[in-house]
């Protein structure tokens, strides 16, 4: 039997703006990720990618990619993403 997801709103910060823990773990529900059971990298990993979300929603694709960074254990994808030649 194939259960629905169930869509979160993203809870809101203390300074108005959209919580990136929030938006990180929203984002990993909703490709089927557990975050209760992943490791604490993983968790930070789709933390990060909930802030460089905020990021590229301001229009900010350097900063999403600053933030990304650690993550990318791929060296050619990251110099394409950077605008450089494999």
Do not use: Y
Not at 14 to 43: F, I, M
Not at 51 to 71: C, H, N, W, Y
């Amino acid at each position: 039997m194939k259960v629905a997801a169930v869509a979160t709103p993203c809870r809101m910060s203390t300074s108005g703006g959209v919580d990136h823990v929030a938006l990180g773990h929203s984002l990993a529900r909703k490709v089927g990720v557990n975050l209760d059971k992943a490791r604490p990298k993983t968790r930070r990993m789709w933390e990060a990618r909930g802030l460089a979300v905020i990021a590229l929603s301001r229009g900010d694709l350097t900063e999403a990619q600053k933030i990304m960074r650690p993550f990318n254990r791929n060296s050619g994808a990251r110099k394409v993403l950077e605008g450089e030649t494999a």
